[in-house]
């Protein structure tokens, strides 16, 4: 009873707290290129918490005991979420507009595709982050006969490459994402090539190879939907 009202707590006031930190993401972040690279961001230091979270508290409470072991996690949990609101703000625009109804945002959320996918994958991503949770220490202990701290080394090493992964895959999606924002930002928005390739970062040549990818890519999606059509 006292783990279950414990974890009920703790889950609950996760809730509270990391709901309405994240909902700050896509008004902080409005372009998708900008978006992929955070997120990525945003899973590197969550992976390297992990890891860190998972090493160090079978040393910290072998050596200084539960009690200091859990005031010293509390101390830094509450350090470190104030250290990022400095960082955390909301738009002037967004916080005057006024909110959807109930209803209504909920319509129009499970109508957007994008976050459908998104939800998809966050939901693979929390599945693969607490299946190797729950499996390593199993496997070291019943299979390789390994204590806790080497236990421990062995979550921490595997979050670890994940997050060395994720940079490479952050940077990917970035790239994905430049097909968009060429076409949107040169025909739509009509700004100047220059303009448009010292936001992407990228040179002439690059800009000008994405940009036929592109074209080549819409192109080809009008064909099918005529075809569908």
Known sequence: MYLVTLLFLFDTLHTVV????????????TTLADRAQMSSW???FAVIGAAL??????????TFGWGAFALFIGVVTAVTLYISLFGSH???????????????ALKATFRNRSFAAYMGMQVMLQFAFLLIMAVIPFYAKY??????????????ATLVVAGILLLGWGRIATREWHLYLVLHDSYVLDEPNRQVMSRLYISE????????????????ALAEYEAAS
């Not at 990391?18 to 972040?29: G, I, Q, R, S, V």
Request: proline share 6%; hydrophobic share 45%; glycine share 4%.
């Open 90 to 104: 909301e738009r002037a625009r967004q916080a005057n507009q006024d909110a959807l109804p109930l209803r209504a």
């Open 53 to 62: 979270g998972i090493a160090l508290p079978p040393v910290l409470y072998a």
């Open 143 to 156: 299979v390789l006969n390994a204590s806790e701290e080497i236990t421990s080394l062995l979550l921490g």
């Open 205 to 220: 040549g690059t800009f000008n190879r994405t940009r036929r990818r592109a074209l080549r890519a819409l192109a080809k």
């Open 18 to 29: 990391t709901l309405n930190y994240a909902a700050l993401f896509p008004e902080m972040y």
């Open 42 to 44: 945003r899973q590197i």
